[in-house]
């Protein structure tokens, strides 16, 4: 087949691809998991059937597949965040923001890196194992420059805040959403990693 043919039929199967993904979505956070049939998710996509099972197996595998792209879009914030600021202290509290409003909207957008969607056994899946790997790493990393430049506290391990960190920023799921309130969470968390004052 000429080249243009190709990248023309790949590009239109990424499109249909994004847009079961987006559909089955709305469709879960309306319906719940039980509630969505692969019927129901080919008209809404405008597909038919026989198309929609060349994609999936079935409406749990859309589900997944629509969680690991939405757990890569927050990997990739958060690594923006840490790349957006040279100064390790506004590095850190960049990341920490981020990871707030991440878990904050988890509600409204779907499941954040360190959280589960209940509709379905996600806590199960590789893909959110490799990621909250890849968030510790990330803000073990964050955090050690910050204590490098003298921010943050050297008494408990980069490892060890890192995780503390990570289910701090966790908790702004149950807070209201708001940025205020987010943003006193980053602030209460940070003071907790600082450097203690007879250090």
């Not at 079961?20 to 039980?34: N, P, Q, R």
């Not at 890569?72 to 509290?93: D, F, G, I, K, N």
Request: charged share 20%.
């Amino acid at each position: 087949m000429p080249r243009l043919w190709n990248a023309t039929i790949d590009e239109h199967r990424r499109t249909v691809h994004a847009a079961i993904l987006d559909t089955v979505a709305a469709l879960v956070g309306e319906h719940g998991l039980a509630g969505v049939t692969m019927s129901q998710i080919a008209a809404e996509v405008g597909i038919g059937r026989a198309t929609l099972y060349k994609y999936f197996p079935d409406v749990e595998a859309i589900v997944l597949a629509w969680h690991e792209r939405q757990v890569s879009e927050h990997l990739a914030q958060l690594t923006e965040a840490a790349a957006a600021a040279a100064e390790p202290a506004e590095r850190l509290r960049r990341v920490l923001r981020t990871l707030a409003d991440l878990s904050g909207g988890r509600h409204q957008h779907g499941t954040a890196v360190h959280g589960a969607d209940p509709a379905v056994s996600l806590h199960r899946a590789e893909h959110l194992h490799k990621a909250r790997h890849r968030l510790h790493a990330l803000l073990t990393e964050v955090i050690e420059a910050a204590a490098g430049a003298g921010h943050v506290r050297t008494d408990v391990r980069a490892a060890d805040l890192a995780t503390f960190a990570s289910h701090a920023m966790g908790a702004a799921a149950d807070l209201p959403g708001t940025p205020a309130a987010r943003a006193r969470l980053v602030e209460l968390t940070l003071s907790a990693l600082h450097r203690p004052a007879d250090s």
